[in-house]
């Protein structure tokens, strides 16, 4: 991940800013909206714990304290994916997010929400973080020192 | 199957909120999937070359590409292959979802 972002600060200007958007790490939730109000159906797992975002929160970091680039600006947002289903929300997620892990108590809390509310739609709201960094010029020769 | 990511367009108002210019400017989008978020911003901008190392999300993008957006090129290629070759220096690199 650092030499991505290495190889990002060669492509940059001297002025130039990179935007950098992942998820935050925090859990995936699986939402039932309601009128005005909201059911928590379950958290999504994926295989690797969620590990690769807080690899990639330590990559920026690593890239600020060594002087590549300075943290202009850091925030969260709420991204949310809706469907008119649970399944087909978890066709999409099988389609596309090939380290997703929806577990069955999930599956059953979707099916008996869904009864309990009489509805079907559900959304799934990930927490992802948005940094703009500065490129610096960096240290001459930090990358080959210890 | 319907599905929509972001209708709240909460990632994009993020974007715009940053403290920076956008018009004129040329980016560097790294992960681009199948162009969604391109799109979004791609107006704004002078110049994009939007990097998908997956040969279906590519094929998606370009598949998807509007009209009037004539100054986005796609290239599927991964960052790695991209670094050896370009010699462009770029005003913005946009990591979407992809470190």
Redesign the interface.
């Known amino acids: 991940?650092v030499h991505?972002?290495e190889?990002?600060h060669?492509?940059?200007?001297p002025?130039?800013?990179?935007?950098?958007?992942?998820?935050s790490g925090e859990l995936v939730e699986f939402i039932l909206p309601l009128d005005g109000d909201e059911q928590l159906i379950g958290y999504m797992q994926e295989t690797d714990d969620y590990i690769e975002y807080h690899q990639?929160n330590d990559?920026?970091d690593a890239t600020v304290t060594s002087g590549l680039f300075q943290m202009?600006?850091s925030?969260e947002?709420?991204?949310?994916?809706?469907?008119?289903s649970f399944d087909?929300?978890k066709?999409?997620l099988d389609e596309n997010w090939s380290d997703a892990i929806i577990t069955d108590d999930v599956v059953a809390n979707a099916k008996e929400f869904e009864k309990k509310y009489g509805e079907s739609k559900v959304t799934l709201r990930e927490k992802?973080r948005?940094g703009?960094l500065k490129v610096l010029r960096g240290i001459k020769g930090w990358r080959n020192q210890p | 199957m319907t599905i929509l990511l972001d209708p709240e367009h909460n990632e994009s108002n993020a974007l715009f909120s940053l403290p920076i210019a956008w018009t004129g400017k040329s980016v560097l989008e790294i992960g681009s999937g199948d162009g969604r978020l391109t799109w979004r911003y791609a107006k704004k901008v002078a110049h994009v070359i939007a990097l998908e190392p997956d040969s279906d999300k590519h094929a998606a993008a370009l598949a998807n590409q509007p009209q009037g957006f004539e100054h986005v090129r796609f290239a599927n290629l991964g960052l790695d292959a991209f670094a050896k070759t370009s010699i462009e220096k770029f005003d913005l690199a946009l990591l979407s979802w992809s470190l």
């Open positions: 991940m991505a972002l190889q990002i060669d492509l940059l200007k002025n130039g800013y990179l935007i950098d958007i992942h998820p990639a990559a920026l202009v600006e925030g947002i709420e991204f949310l994916t809706h469907a008119n087909d929300l066709t999409f992802v948005i703009l």
